[in-house]
């Protein structure tokens, strides 16, 4: 027999949705979650709450890894759970284990906006760590670069935001999640 890995736990009917920051994943999450009558629930904000203070400075005090596990135990509380829209960090694809569990968690979309209307969208919020650098636009450049193929290995779908509206983004994740479903 060669070496596998076992089948891939069973999907379950929730929607998420992951891409870089400034993405506008919380916002669709809101009108989707809305559209679907499903609860929404934010990786970040459980994140937040299990540490007790913003994420910001729990990337000071304690690091990134840190946070990344944090991130990671957030996903796994999930497990079971169904009729949720997940919002997730932007990050969370990093560590091949969340990709795994992201997959298995339920319908994923991949929203992703151009470079300069993600440095639009963040440029005047400091509450992004990893984006508190001397020029944020290239390091914009570099991360997404970096990350895209692993949005694209966890999505079910990709959502090229930049000429849509946020209508229209919600509409378009909420029926293709409803034929996903019915399938
Ligand atoms: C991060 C994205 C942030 C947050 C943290 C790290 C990243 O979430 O998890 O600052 O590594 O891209 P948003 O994508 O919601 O901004």
Redesign the pocket.
């Known amino acids: 027999m060669p070496d596998s890995d076992p089948p891939a736990p069973p999907r379950r009917r929730n929607v998420v949705l992951v ?5 506008g ?2 916002s669709i999450a809101r009108l989707v979650a809305r559209a679907l009558g499903f609860e929404g629930v ?3 904000d459980l ?1 937040v709450g299990a540490a007790r203070m913003p ?2 400075r729990i ?1 000071r005090t304690q690091g ?1 890894e840190a ?1 990344r596990d944090l ?1 990671t135990a957030a996903l796994l509380s999930l497990a079971g759970r169904e009729h949720l829209v997940v ?6 694809v ?1 560590r091949e284990e969340n990709r795994k569990h992201l997959r298995a968690t339920g319908f994923t979309v991949w929203l992703s906006a151009t470079v300069e209307a993600t440095y639009e969208r ?1 440029r005047h919020n400091t ?5 508190r650098v001397p020029d944020p636009r290239a390091t914009i450049a570099e ?1 997404m670069a970096a ?1 895209a193929p692993l949005y694209r290995e966890t999505a079910d779908l990709h959502i090229d935001t930049s000429q849509l509206s946020m209508d229209d983004i919600a509409y378009g994740v909420t029926e293709s999640a409803r034929h996903a479903f019915s399938r």
């Open positions: 891409g870089f920051m400034g993405a994943k919380s934010d990786t970040d994140v994420i910001h990337f990134e946070f991130e919002s997730t960090g932007g990050g969370i990093l963040v509450a992004r760590p990893l984006l991360m990350r």
